[in-house]
């Protein structure tokens, strides 16, 4: 038995081998076919796997399959039911050529066939990366800005530079794409040179890996400083809000170039101010004085220069009349206000609190002008208030005396309003209760008393102050007199309503007196329809003294 197993191995070494290629995934599981091509897989009786002088297993009919391999295939090979090599966890290590030999007993005896396959491993390639990275980069110069690695891919990916998201294509004198010849027939690598310009600034450069098992493999964005030389220079003023008089100013000297320079002159009124390590000078207290023109220049190259115009705002407001102001009415008051300002300002008045729609104006002054008057002008972030108190004096006068019966009708409430300032003092010439004294406001003052009168009376309201005095007389009924007419009033109209009421019932009275007495004709007339015609010649007479008595009935009702 030995002998022919001897004798088969020898047989299968000679025989003849095609080698075909089979691709796998990176991690997945291989499978390396075994080509019995037309024979039947019933008829193989011996099959051996191994890959270049290395034996994995051998597997005769009817038996089990038996692992020759000692290396790392041992736990990751098997042999499917139709001959072919499983190979699981698949590496780029395992790109090898795997053969199957097979034993094919036919009709004119053994044969001995080699089936090889080269296993070709595809794998994506590990995120890319940006090395040996340039410091620094300057404009109009073609610089080494940095190297592309994609590791660890089959077949190697291909290699895009991006800038700011997009790719860059080569330009002649601006950039320059190195493909490169790495270590490992595996990993790709590209070189790029670039000639960096003023807009590069702050620009996101990376690369992209492209591989037919992946997407989305970008590098981290890397920036770079660019340097370049001031061409331009901006002149800012920065301060809390606009130039106001009275605050500090601060002037900025902004420069474009990379580094930026540190130090500038400040010309300021004619005066130039040298000052280092800063870009900025300020100026404490503006005035409006310092209106004008203001420039910043580079030390080394005075040619390079900014200007700024600067408008300092400033407000002054004016009133002509003191805090408190005191008039006689019927005078005149002049009002007058004086703004001087940087631009026009916005003006409004208010009295009392409440806004007015215009400025004030005094031809003749009244009572009710007086109160509190507040101006307030503004101008952009400037504001200026200024006020003034009017008091308005005069002799006092009564404009109302009127007098009214209360809610019971018991006492009498007399009325009394008049104007004048100083706040007049009030006088009656008969004895009251106050109810009520409305507060002085604008000159006006009312007074409210109650009595009771028990006979008519003339009653005197007087009003004064140190200007002068105004009395007026009112008559005031008696509250007796008023229930006499009330009483008189009612007894009237109870002789109108007995008259009516009286009228109605003899009226009907005599309606019921012509209806009896038409009955009572109505029945004598039947029981004489059966007596001679004397007596009905006496009864027509009876007839007619009956219908002229109801007919004096009726005119008595008339009337």
């Not at 295939?73 to 030999?101: E, M, P, V, W």
């Not at 890319?128 to 089959?154: D, H, S, W």
């Not at 009030?426 to 109650?450: A, C, P, Q």
Request: aromatic share 6%; hydrophobic share 35%; charged share 25%.
């Amino acid at each position: 038995m030995m002998h022919l197993l001897s004798l088969l191995f020898a047989l299968l070494c000679q025989a003849s081998s095609a080698e075909k290629s089979v691709i796998g995934l990176y991690g997945g599981t291989v499978e390396i076919p075994c080509t019995v091509g037309a024979n039947k897989i019933e008829n193989v009786t011996l099959t051996k796997w191994k890959y270049e002088n290395v034996d994995l297993l051998v597997k005769s009919k009817g038996k089990e399959t038996v692992i020759l391999a000692t290396d790392e295939y041992k736990d990751r090979i098997s042999l499917a039911a139709n001959l072919s090599l499983l190979l699981t966890g698949a590496k780029l290590t395992d790109q090898h050529t795997f053969t199957c030999q097979a034993l094919i007993t036919t009709n004119i005896g053994p044969d001995i066939k080699d089936f090889s396959h080269a296993l070709i491993v595809h794998k994506a390639p590990e995120a890319p990366f940006i090395t040996e990275k340039a410091a620094e980069l300057e404009i109009g110069k073609l610089r080494k800005l940095g190297k592309c690695v994609a590791k660890n891919a089959n077949p190697p990916a291909k290699i895009v530079w991006l800038k700011n998201n997009k790719a860059l294509m080569t330009e002649e004198n601006r950039t320059v794409i190195i493909v490169g010849n790495p270590p490992s027939s595996l990993d790709a690598e590209s070189t790029l040179l670039y000639s960096a310009r003023k807009e590069d600034t702050g620009a996101q450069f990376s690369c992209r890996a492209e591989h037919s098992l992946a997407s989305g493999l970008v590098s981290p964005p890397e920036t770079f400083v660019i340097n370049y030389s001031t061409e331009k220079l901006v002149l800012e003023v920065s301060s809390n809000s606009s130039p106001v008089e009275g605050n500090d100013v601060t002037l900025k000297c902004v420069a474009d170039g990379n580094p930026r320079p540190t130090s500038f002159n400040f010309h300021i009124k004619g005066n130039v101010t040298k000052v280092e390590n800063s870009d900025n000078y300020t100026i404490t207290n503006i005035s409006r004085n310092d209106s004008g023109e203001y420039k910043c220049s580079l030390i080394d190259h005075p040619s390079i220069e900014a200007t700024k115009n600067i408008v300092v705002q400033f407000l002054d407001v004016k009133l002509n009349l003191d805090k408190t102001v005191i008039r006689r009415a019927g005078n005149s008051l002049n009002l007058s206000v004086s703004i001087d300002s940087s631009t026009t300002p916005t003006v409004s008045w208010t009295k009392g609190g409440v806004k007015m729609n215009k400025e004030p104006k005094f031809t003749k002054l009244a009572y009710s002008d007086a109160g509190l008057y507040e101006l307030e002008v503004m101008m952009g972030p400037l504001s200026r208030k200024a006020s003034f108190r009017l008091t308005v004096e005069g002799a006092p006068v009564i404009r109302k005396l009127d007098d009214q019966n209360d809610k019971d009708g018991h006492r009498k409430v007399l009325i009394c309003e008049a104007e004048g300032s100083p706040k007049p003092a009030v006088s009656w010439n008969i004895n009251g209760t106050l109810i009520d004294e409305k507060s002085f406001d604008n000159g006006t003052i009312k007074h409210k008393i109650s009595v009771m009168p028990s006979a008519n009376l003339s009653v005197a309201c007087t009003v004064s102050n140190p200007f002068g005095i105004d009395t007026r007389v009112i008559t005031v009924s008696s509250l007796f007199e008023d229930v006499k007419v009330d009483k008189r009033d009612s007894s009237d109209d109870d002789d109108k309503t007995k008259l009516v009421v009286g009228v109605v019932i003899g009226l009907l009275v005599a309606a019921l007196v012509i209806g009896v007495a038409y009955w009572m004709y109505m029945k004598k007339s039947k029981q004489g329809s059966w007596k001679t015609g004397e007596k009905e010649n006496g009864s027509s007479e009876e007839e007619k003294k009956l219908e002229e008595k109801m007919e004096e009935n009726s005119q008595k009702a008339d009337v």
